[in-house]
């Protein structure tokens, strides 16, 4: 199973950003666009685990603790690495250090299970689109940062954190959630 942890949005949020990926679609032509339905702030990518880790994943994350639930505000318009090279377009989930923290324990839960820490800092974002082959015209991608970069799309505040599993399927990933743990340090949701 391919599995990650991530923080839900709010209907409002996702709808908002369902009509900025509207409005740049015909803009934005070589990006391959996320269904509005995925949309999620990632915590942890974990990659393949086989059914027997199960177990340990659950008991792990819900020994992650937290102390109240996660502000944030959807914001902006980004890329990563840069547009002339744009791999990722994403929209910035501005939160105070609580977040990054989240990010960080749900690190430390997994490592004793081998699943990899991430080697770059953390970075609060949600992803909207990809780039397989490249942005294309990079002089169009970077007219929509600018454009884009200081809109508001909505705020929202997470009160818990899910495990999900996630299965390619042709036209898009399908999303499962498997469990789910609240953002104060009580028990497992699931």
């Known amino acids: 199973m391919r599995l990650f942890v991530a923080l839900e949005i709010s209907r409002e949020v996702r709808e908002n950003l369902a009509a900025l990926m509207d409005e740049l679609r015909g803009r934005i032509a070589q990006a391959r666009w996320l269904r509005a339905e995925n949309l999620h702030v990632t915590l942890k990518f974990m990659g393949e685990a086989g059914l027997e880790k199960m177990e340990g994943i659950r008991a792990a994350l819900a020994g992650v603790r937290t102390v109240a639930p996660v502000e944030m505000e959807f914001r902006g318009l980004g890329c990563f690495p840069e547009a002339r090279r744009a791999r990722v377009l994403w ?9 990054a923290r989240l990010a960080a324990g749900i690190e430390d839960a997994l490592e004793p299970l081998e699943f990899g820490r991430e080697q770059r800092e953390f970075s609060s974002h949600l992803t909207v689109a990809r780039f397989p082959q490249g942005p ?4 169009k991608l970077q007219a929509a940062l600018d454009e884009y ?4 799309h909505g705020r929202h ?9 996630s299965e390619l399927q042709q036209g ?5 959630r ?6 104060n340090g009580a028990g497992d949701s699931a």
């Open 91 to 99: 929209v910035d989930a501005a939160a105070g250090p609580e977040l």
């Open 136 to 139: 294309g015209d990079a002089r």
């Open 149 to 152: 970069g200081k809109r508001s």
């Open 157 to 165: 505040t997470a009160r818990e954190f899910c495990l999900y599993q």
């Open 172 to 176: 898009g990933s399908k999303y499962t």
């Open 178 to 183: 498997l469990a789910c743990w609240p953002l």
